[in-house]
Every structure is written in C-alpha cells, then in structure tokens.
C-alpha cells in the first residue's frame, strides 16, 4: 500500500464510483496517464517515489492536485519551476 505517514491514498472515479485503494505506483500511473506532468512525477521506480514521499509527505497529494487541476500544477508548486 502506498503509505505516507499515518495517511493511505483512495481513488474514486466520478461521484458514485467505487472508492478504491492504491496499492502501488503502478497503480497510481495508471490513473493518471492522461497527464503528462502527474505522470512524470509518478513515473519513477519505486524506491524513488517512496525516496520522494519522504522527502515531502504530501508528495502523492500534488500528484494528484496537478491531475485534477487539467495537468497543471497550482501556482507556487516548485514542479512548475522544473517543467
């Protein structure tokens, strides 16, 4: 289970869909595909994302504010300064 700290990651597709855990990476990656730029931060191996998660626990968080906000990342998020 992609874990960071005390909190775990759900997915749900739509406002009635089911609400499904995100068990790896991969998992994530495939949700995310159609945005290149969540993509490239989840794109990684996994010693890297679980390296990146350390590093900033909301980490997976962005992953997925970047995809819900049309592929781009909020102003003020230092991935906008890289892509």
């Known amino acids: 289970m992609i874990?960071?700290?005390?909190e775990?990651?759900?997915i749900?597709?739509?406002?009635?869909?089911?609400?499904t855990p995100m068990a790896s990476p991969?998992?994530?990656r495939a949700v995310v595909k159609s945005c290149p730029l969540a993509l490239s931060m989840i794109d990684k191996s996994n010693h890297q994302v679980?390296?990146?998660i350390r590093k900033d626990r909301y980490y997976l968080n962005r992953v997925f504010e970047i995809y819900?906000?049309?592929?781009q990342a909020p102003a003020g998020?230092?991935?906008r300064a890289e892509h």
């Open 50 to 52: 679980r390296k990146a």
């Open 3 to 6: 874990q960071t700290s005390d």
């Open 8 to 10: 775990y990651h759900y």
């Open 26 to 28: 991969g998992d994530v």
């Open 68 to 71: 819900n906000n049309n592929c």
């Open 12 to 19: 749900q597709v739509g406002d009635d869909g089911p609400i």
């Open 77 to 79: 998020d230092p991935i």
